[in-house]
């Protein structure tokens, strides 16, 4: 697309496409945190809450694999079929999560979701990307991270009243006539819109089962490393060498394959790794102090689901006022990678600072940093697509964008399972019953601390803000490592 195609003329062409694309990102970013209000009532309900955050993981793993597969065949076979294809799977693995028995059942599920959900985000913005060139993509990112602001505002607060009053299985029930929609929206107003080139495409089958076999083993190596003893040690050090040996054979597989599903001549582009690397940190930042803090304030600071949802809003809610800031000052300036190191250094900042006041920080308080934390986060958010896009150019834009969506996926992956063994392991190392009495009281709530005695419970809540502060301070050297590549990133200007 010219630059100089008329602002008149790109508005029509945008908002033919954009409420096609919208519902299905909607959808995406509702589900991560709108299930991460609900993960305490789910480990009450099903059990296992040491392994609650593989609700989330697990999801992200499927998403992780799957965000690739949807880029190459989106740019054989046509984004707006493979889009109906993403919206089908996500619809399935959100009906069976409805009916899980069992938490290995929900996982499983959530598996099948995140399949789909893997070619929500990533083939709806490279819809967006084939209309709106690269420099005015920012005088639309209103409207794009408008979807992504509402669902992540409303997605802690709807999983707290729908958990509160209809029960956790609600929240996956939503998500079906919203696929539904998504899908009559996706027919009848994309048309003929990407359908691709599929003469001489051969689809790249081992490149997935080998990137498969590669984050699914490294991912459970860190679920396994949390837990610091002797046995489970072990079990990860052997799962993060077949986890290497998978890395070492895809890459020479992918250096091969006609139809590569990891293109590595793009992802080897310095301007593409950096920014991706840079936006998987952010992820894993943002996705993991999401999936934790629920539990932080419905186990440490007593609050309800409902309760919680509403202390979690200003962080889901304020991504997109940065995203908006930045695409704005794109536009204007063409200066790319400036607001993404401005944004996430006062993030870095921020969350060091709520870490270290843990413990005596007024919750309207604390709220107030996360929102502005989460807006520091979303001024890096636009400008990776664009920063990959530029790099990639048209003949790759399906790949392109869809390295973002599945580094970020593995970032948020990663951050998630990296918090998750930050908290146990800081749990553990507290000695006594420290991990014990917090699964109990995450699962039953306070009347797991019944038997203990004023100076014991008062120990106990001591041992578990500083586990929580370990899990900020975490998300804080994460975030300050992004806020470095953004400066390492070639590509500073459009």
Same mark, same amino acid.
């Given at each position: ?29 509702? %589900? ?176 997935l089962l080998l990137f498969a076999a590669f984050v699914a083993p490294a991912l459970m190596a860190l679920d396994q490393a949390r837990q610091l003893t002797t046995g489970p040690l ?24 006609? %139809? ?38 419905? /186990? ?7 309760? /919680? ?123 006594? %019953? ?18 203990? %005695? ?41």
């Amino acid at each position: 697309m010219s630059q100089t195609v008329p602002p008149a003329e790109l508005r029509r062409l945008f908002f033919r496409v954009f409420p096609a694309v919208a519902l299905a990102m909607f959808g995406a970013a509702l %589900d991560q945190t709108i299930v991460a209000a609900a993960l305490p009532a789910i480990a009450r309900s099903l059990g296992e809450v040491e392994r609650i955050s593989w609700i989330v993981v697990l999801y992200l793993v499927a998403n992780t694999v799957a965000a690739p597969v949807y880029g190459r065949l989106g740019d054989a076979f046509g984004r707006q079929r493979m889009l109906l294809v993403a919206l089908a799977a996500y619809a399935t693995g959100a009906t069976l999560c409805a009916f899980a028995g069992s938490l290995t059942t929900l996982a499983a599920a959530r598996v099948v979701q995140g399949f789909g959900g893997g070619g929500l985000i990533s083939l709806s913005v490279a819809l967006i990307a084939e209309v709106v060139p690269a420099r005015e993509r920012g005088r639309f990112q209103a409207y794009i991270a408008a979807v992504f602001t509402t669902a992540s505002a409303l997605g802690p607060v709807l999983g707290g009243v729908l958990t509160g009053y209809f029960g956790w299985r609600s929240i996956f029930l939503l998500q079906i006539p919203l696929s539904a929609l998504a899908a009559w929206l996706a027919v009848t107003r994309l048309g003929n819109a990407a359908r691709g080139r599929s003469k001489g495409f051969s689809f790249d089958g081992w490149g997935l089962l080998l990137f498969a076999a590669f984050v699914a083993p490294a991912l459970m190596a860190l679920d396994q490393a949390r837990q610091l003893t002797t046995g489970p040690l072990l079990v990860a050090a052997g799962l993060a060498c077949l986890a290497g040996l998978a890395l070492v054979l895809l890459l020479r597989w992918e250096r091969r394959a006609p %139809d590569p599903l990891l293109p590595l001549g793009l992802l080897g582009n310095p301007t593409v790794w950096r920014a991706n690397l840079m936006s998987a940190c952010v992820a894993g930042a943002f996705v993991g102090t999401i999936a934790f803090l629920p539990i932080y304030f419905t /186990a440490v600071r007593g609050l309800s689901p409902a309760a /919680a949802g509403l202390a979690l809003l200003p962080l889901s809610a304020c991504a997109g006022f940065g995203a908006i800031a930045s695409g704005t000052l794109l536009a204007r300036t063409g200066l790319l990678m400036r607001w993404p190191g401005i944004g996430l250094s006062l993030s870095a900042t921020l969350l060091a600072l709520v870490s270290l006041g843990l413990g005596w920080l007024p919750l309207p308080a604390m709220a107030a940093l996360l929102g502005l934390v989460s807006a520091g986060f979303g001024m890096s958010f636009p400008m990776v697509q664009v920063a990959v896009q530029v790099a990639a150019g048209g003949s790759q834009l399906g790949s392109a964008t869809a390295s973002v969506q599945f580094t970020r996926s593995l970032g948020a992956a990663t951050g998630t399972a990296l918090l998750g063994a930050v908290l146990f392991g800081a749990l553990t190392l507290a000695g006594g %019953d420290a991990t014990r009495l917090f699964v109990a009281l995450v699962n039953q709530g306070p009347p797991a601390l019944a038997a203990l %005695d004023a100076s014991a419970e008062a120990a106990f809540r001591a041992e578990m803000v500083g586990a929580f502060r370990a899990v900020f301070a975490t998300a804080a050297a994460l975030v300050l490592f992004g806020a470095w590549l953004s400066t390492r990133v070639p590509l500073r200007r459009v």
